[in-house]
């Protein structure tokens, strides 16, 4: 259904028959954020360089897990540490769930991690906390991480 044109002027038409202002209308409805804040970091994923395929194979020669880590590193020096930390941590939940009675399928949780922190998830945020200073702060989402 079309509304009449209050005149043939187009500069003086009534918002709702202007097709631009419905279709500006229309796809601001449709711009709704459903992901997490933290995935803002891929928005402007395409003006980043691509990784180089030499550094893939070397980072998957040294350990399969690292590949996914190179994303948000963007160097494998650092994808090391951070696969390092998630190690520890996964560890460190196991020991508590196992002194607790229960086991856990420790690679599972480190994959289930790995992806995370490849979907752009801030590591402080998976870890649970952050150092600052002789302080450990906990992270959680909606917590700014100290730097």
């Not at 229309?26 to 402007?44: A, G, I, K």
């Not at 893939?56 to 897990?65: C, F, N, Q």
């Not at 930390?85 to 560890?91: F, G, Q, S, Y």
Request: charged share 25%; hydrophobic share 35%; aromatic share 6%.
């Amino acid at each position: 259904m079309t509304l009449p044109r209050v005149s043939n002027d187009s500069s003086k038409l009534s918002p709702r028959t202007d097709p631009r202002s419905t279709a500006n209308a229309q796809t601001s409805r449709t711009r709704v954020r459903t992901q997490p804040h933290y995935t803002s970091y891929y928005e402007d994923v395409q003006d980043m360089p691509r990784l180089p395929t030499s550094l893939l194979r070397r980072a998957y020669a040294l350990d399969p897990h690292l590949p996914a880590l190179l994303g948000p590193c963007r160097d494998l020096r650092t994808a090391q540490n951070e696969l390092r930390w998630l190690r520890e941590h996964v560890n460190g939940v196991a020991n508590a769930r196992r002194m607790k009675g229960v086991l856990l399928a420790k690679g599972a949780l480190l994959s289930d991690l790995i992806q995370q922190r490849a979907r752009g998830k801030p590591l402080q945020y998976i870890l649970g906390s952050e150092w600052f200073g002789d302080v450990e702060i906990r992270c959680r989402k909606g917590v700014l991480i100290p730097r």
